[in-house]
């Protein structure tokens, strides 16, 4: 019994080897995972102190109960019924096709990474590439909406950088969830934005069961009080002017508005840029008639590197201002009051409009349109602008803060140093670029087209 046992030295290490990995599974991973977890619920319960709107417990919970707890909602499983039937597959095979696209669409929020990694490197790299502004904002507004109802930002779509400004400019008042595009769903990309609460969703999806699926999580989030972000353009301007709205999540949200105990608040947000960064990528979309794009890996990565350059040797400057507006609060069930049945195309034009009201009037936009309409000289823009800034004024519309002679030549040095226009007295777009121009110029045309004043 007590005798020596000889084995080979590979039947040796492969019991050490699985001795190891019983004692991880069982007790090293079990305390690793509860010692990190207490960790972050000790981080939220400080952050839930000071935030306006404290990380509701849903955006909490785990990503696995989560997906089970969507696959297993009746309105999912009567679409997995439905599914199987019109397609004649095994209704098994429709449960496994439902749980696929709930995995893709479920984020696993860690509050860790959104506000000790996520916010920091978005306010840094802000504040790297842009002079940063608020624009129209009027603080009793958000701080009057109902503490248990749940706040769904609404903003135009002008650059990626949207979602990294407004993450950073709402991060005092709460996380966001984003719906997020199939662009971001790449390794290791698509991990990180997961990681921040965002969800993927597939705007071009036309199959029942995904759109089912979809809508029940973003339903849920809803009746959880979870704080949400989207665009309801549901892409990327490629012309400069705000498109028109898409009403697919805005028909979610409505869809479960009757059942729905908390009220829905849509904050409207207005974005405008001095510089686009993907502008000529946009352009040339919109002129092939195509959303599909994809930037140009090796110009990306030059550009990058060009500006790392830039900034370890301090000669970086801002591409101009950012600015923000935030509009006044449109409440769901104000809203709905008295009315038979919500019509989202009517709720989605009275977003827009709100949007549209607080998108910033910038130098670079002002420029380009006086440029556009035949200015060729600094005296001749510093008048059109004066007279533009002073119309827009008396609508209410969000201006720069410096004089007309400061904006124009701002503006100028920044599109001299683009090489859009020419240089010397005499003023002009450079042969090719007044698409460029318009695209800048389109931000604020609705301001003048139609001045929007009121809420």
Same mark, same amino acid.
């Given at each position: 019994m007590f005798g020596t046992v000889e084995i080979p030295i590979w039947l040796f290490a492969l019991i050490l080897l699985f001795a190891a990995v019983t004692f991880a599974s069982h007790f090293l991973f079990p305390s690793v995972r509860w010692f990190f977890r207490r960790r972050a619920e000790r981080l939220v319960a400080r952050l839930n102190t000071r935030l306006q709107r404290p990380i509701e417990p849903f955006k909490l919970a785990r990503r696995h109960d989560m997906i089970q707890r969507l696959i297993y909602d009746p309105a999912v499983?009567?679409?997995?019924?439905?599914?199987?039937?019109?397609?004649?597959? *095994?209704?098994?095979?429709?449960?496994?096709?439902?749980?696929?696209?709930?995995?893709?669409?479920?984020p696993s929020f860690s509050a860790t990474a959104y506000f000790t990694f996520g916010t920091r490197l978005a306010r840094w790299l802000s504040n790297s590439l842009?002079? #940063?502004?608020?624009?129209?904002?009027?603080?009793?507004?958000?701080?009057?909406?109902?503490?248990?109802?749940?706040? #769904?930002?609404?903003?135009?779509?002008?650059?990626?950088?949207?979602?990294?400004?407004?993450?950073w400019l709402v991060s005092e008042t709460s996380a966001l969830s984003y719906a997020v595009?199939?662009?971001?769903?790449?390794?290791?990309?698509?991990?990180?934005?997961?990681?921040?609460g965002a969800y993927f969703i597939r705007r071009r999806s036309r199959g029942a069961l995904y759109r089912r699926v979809l809508a029940r999580y973003v339903q849920l989030a809803t009746d959880g009080g979870v704080t949400q972000a989207i665009f309801p353009e549901g892409g990327l301007s490629l012309d400069g002017r705000a498109q028109p709205p898409r009403l697919g999540l805005l028909s979610y949200i409505i869809d479960g508005a009757a059942r729905r105990a908390r009220d829905v608040v849509?904050?409207?947000?207005?974005?405008?840029?001095?510089?686009?960064?993907?502008?000529?990528?946009? #352009?040339?979309?919109?002129?092939?008639?195509?959303?599909?794009?994809? *930037?140009? #890996?090796?110009?990306?990565?030059f550009g990058i590197g060009a500006y790392l350059l830039r900034f370890v040797t301090f000669r970086t400057r801002p591409y101009g201002v950012a600015s923000v507006g935030f509009g006044t609060p449109l409440s769901l069930r104000e809203w709905s009051a008295g009315r038979e049945e919500v019509a989202v195309e009517a709720l989605a034009e009275e977003l827009m409009r709100r949007i549209g009201a607080v998108i910033p009037v910038l130098p670079v936009p002002l420029v380009a349109r006086a440029i556009l309409r035949g200015a060729r000289s600094e005296t001749e823009i510093e008048a059109m602008v004066d007279a533009d800034m002073a119309a827009l004024a008396a609508c209410g519309a969000s201006l720069p803060r410096r004089g007309p002679r400061d904006v124009v030549a701002d503006a100028l040095r920044i599109l001299r140093e683009r090489r859009l226009v020419t240089g010397g007295a005499e003023i002009a777009p450079v042969a090719g670029k007044a698409p460029i121009l318009d695209f800048y110029a389109a931000s604020i045309a609705h301001h003048f087209e139609r001045p929007l004043t009121g809420p």
């Open positions: 499983t009567e679409a997995m019924v439905e599914h199987a039937r019109k397609e004649g597959v *095994p209704e098994n095979v429709a449960f496994e096709q439902a749980k696929a696209y709930a995995r893709e669409i479920v842009y002079r #940063i502004r608020l624009g129209r904002f009027d603080r009793d507004d958000p701080d009057g909406i109902a503490p248990d109802a749940t706040v #769904i930002y609404v903003i135009n779509h002008r650059s990626n950088m949207d979602y990294v400004l407004v993450t595009g199939e662009w971001a769903r790449v390794w290791p990309l698509s991990s990180m934005i997961r990681s921040m849509f904050v409207p947000v207005g974005l405008n840029y001095d510089r686009v960064l993907e502008d000529g990528i946009l #352009i040339a979309a919109g002129r092939a008639g195509r959303r599909r794009f994809r *930037p140009p #890996i090796f110009r990306a990565l």
